[in-house]
């Protein structure tokens, strides 16, 4: 089955610029009804949305939100949907990587909490077990949760847990029962701003220096943002509930579901039933 993105209303969480602002894009490029940007930095919102609105029939919105707290994360989410009425697909992409003495804690409430936070809203507002519509709820994890690494263990620890987080609640009958498509993407190095000050961004500065020295030569590279969105279309049309997939090194997207599902089963097999 292909999943069409024409006529449905849109959330993209940190949507105001690098990743999300390429998926908001793309989104109505290929006929979103509604694409709803929230995001913290309001100025660069608003001009995305303003320029945005240029072409598309004032199709995109600007909601501003801290989506480390729940207070905002609640007004934004009733906002958007008291405006648009139906939420077909939520993508989760607000994020940032700092391990930095005065951010971690920060980083978790926005990396991780706010994911949560997002992600059950939108479950009961989709799930057809309560008269909804069902939906995608495409969850932003990052090639940090598959591997591991002792520069950004907070970064790399909370895109962990989205992962397992999305997979366990995606696991049947969850689709069966509610309609809802959870889709989980882990990039690999991508060319946005989340990448720069990267010697700032380490729990203590010798990891900052090694941080800053070792990703800029990292021997995959960078990615381009097109190639990030194409792998996120791809999914989004393609991709199978609770399914995995990697983009990197402007390469198409890669399913990965059954790799690590592979890697889980061996563990449980060896470790947990032994």
């Known amino acids: 089955m292909v999943h069409k993105v024409t006529g449905k209303n849109v959330i993209v969480t940190g949507g105001a610029s690098g990743l999300g602002a390429g998926f908001v894009e793309r989104l109505l490029e290929l006929g979103a009804k509604n694409v709803a940007v929230i995001d913290i ?52 992409n607000a994020g940032i990587m700092d391990d930095s003495p005065e951010f971690w804690r920060k980083s978790c409430d926005l990396n991780w909490q706010g994911i949560v936070s997002f992600t059950m809203k939108a479950v ?67 060319d946005t701003a ?13 990891l900052g220096k090694l941080l800053a020295k070792y990703l800029p030569a990292a021997p995959s590279g960078y990615q381009k943002i097109s190639s990030a969105v194409d792998a996120f279309i791809q999914m989004y049309e393609t991709g199978s509930p609770g399914s995995i997939w990697y983009s990197s090194k402007n390469q198409p997207g890669r399913d990965i579901t059954k790799i690590v ?7 449980d097999r060896s470790i947990l039933k032994a």
Not at 163 to 181: C, E, K, V, Y
Request: glycine share 8%; proline share 3%; aromatic share 8%.
């Open 41 to 92: 930095a309001e100025q660069t919102g608003k001009a995305l949305v303003e320029r945005l609105n240029q072409t598309t029939a004032g199709k995109a919105i600007f909601v501003k939100c801290d989506v480390s707290k729940e207070d905002e994360i609640k007004a934004a989410f009733d906002e958007v949907l008291a405006t648009f009425k139906q939420i077909d697909i939520l993508v989760n």
């Open 124 to 190: 009961n507002h989709m799930t057809k077990a309560d008269g909804g519509a069902g939906g995608t709820i495409i969850n932003m994890s990052s090639a940090a949760a598959l591997g591991r690494g002792p520069l950004v263990p907070v970064y790399s620890g909370s895109k962990m847990a989205i992962l397992h987080f999305s997979q366990n609640i995606a696991m049947d009958p969850f689709f069966a029962q509610t309609g809802i498509r959870i889709l989980i993407m882990c990039c690999g190095l991508t």
């Open 194 to 206: 989340i990448l720069e000050g990267l010697e700032k961004r380490a729990y203590n500065p010798e």
């Open 261 to 267: 599902n592979t890697a889980f089963d061996e563990f």
